[in-house]
């Protein structure tokens, strides 16, 4: 079995650890950028794909670079808490929560594709310019490369677009598509190493309808008073006209251009301006996410992760369900002969799920929390329960847990993805 991955982020990478552990070890994955650098911001991994990961024998060397999150609190613009729940094995998961920087993690996972599977398993400075199904059901894919000719071409039983949001695989299958659509948002994220807040292993959201903060650290300290790598992100709303182009997505901007809008976000243990003034840069982009889509795959061509399924960043499920999706298609390509039954299979039980977390997630997934205080009690309040009862703030939340997969039930007693030896090595 010849498997084609396009995309060495976050899904893809777990994707060949994945097929490997599973038996299938001709793996190729190809990456647009010329280099793999450990770029990007912070990311918050659920427990149910720390499992995942702890199964690919990650967790030790993931544990070492991340902070294993042990709660989560909502607060309103005036620094009142709302909501506060605990997270990971604080919440009685087998597995933790990790706030890790998104290159951190991108780094472990390259470093084991290359020690297990080889350093040629992942091929850079190549982009997928278009495919094609052969009568015999393989795939021949064209790559851009440089080089004499500038293309190559790969063959394998089955192609997998992992290729991000604004993916080469889904644009071929569905050229109409256009941009990603935008909700009116934009966001600025950033880190900054400061001094922890509250215990150290708290993430905070806090804000009304308009503006929310997203704070959270990436890293423990060294020593008692020393610094940690705090992520942040800050979303408002912004006139059509200055969404940024696609090429201006990720790019730098001064603090000091978006900052005034979030003046007011100070309280006694965090101050959000002097949090983002001391990383000295911000990126920004537009909150845009993908359309649901009636199907993934067709004939052994299908996709994964933010191709598949790109999400508003609510609830911390965007790279946490690309790890999952990973999982679960190594294991049905492994159990079945036919690839593209295999296929079918990992769309019935991937697409249902990541579909409610696309449209739950348009409607604020778990931070509609915030916005219920503001509507409530624009003011500010003195007992949260006299805005929201109880039962409705951990329906919300256990809700939206349930929908995802991830609440503590499921995702300690459900089956493990591993593919049992001897059921590896199935086909002919």
Known sequence: MRVLVAGAGIGGLTLALSLHAAGIRDVRVLEAAPEI????????ILPNAVRE????????????????????????????????EPRGRS?????PQLSIHRGRLQMVLLEEVRRRLGDATVVTDARVRDFDIRPDGSVRTVVGQPGPGGVSEFEADVMVGADGINSA????????????????LLVWRGSAWRTPI??????????DERRRAVVYPMSRAAGPG???????????????????????????????S???????????????????????????????????LPRWSFGPVTLLGDAAHAMYPMGSNGATQSIVDARVLAHCLALHADPVTALSEYERLRRPVTTDLQERNRQLGPELVIS?????????????????PATELAEISQRYARLGGFDVATVNDRPSYDVPVAARGVRP
């Open 372 to 388: 219920l205080a503001a509507q409530r009690a624009p003011d500010g309040f003195v007992d949260v329960h006299d805005v929201i």
């Open 226 to 256: 020393q610094p940690v790598l705090m992520n942040w992100a800050l979303a408002r709303p912004a006139a059509e006209q200055d969404r940024p182009a696609r090429a201006d997505w990720n790019r730098v901007v001064e603090p000091d």
């Open 53 to 84: 990961l702890a199964e690919l024998g990650l967790l030790d060397d993931l544990t070492a670079v991340a902070v294993c999150t042990g709660e989560l609190s909502y607060y309103n613009r005036f620094g009142s808490l709302i909501w506060n």
């Open 258 to 292: 978006f900052l005034a809008d979030f003046a007011d976000l100070r309280f006694d243990w965090l101050d959000v301006p002097e949090l983002v003034r001391a990383g000295g840069e911000a990126f920004l982009y537009p909150m845009v996410d993908r359309d649901p």
């Open 198 to 207: 509250l215990n150290g292993k708290t993430m905070i959201i806090a804000g």
């Open 37 to 44: 650098r450990p770029l990007g911001v912070g990311l918050n």
């Open 91 to 95: 919440a009685g998961y087998r597995w």
């Open 169 to 184: 695989v889904r644009a071929a299958l569905y050229p109409g598509e256009g941009e990603p659509p935008w909700n009116g």
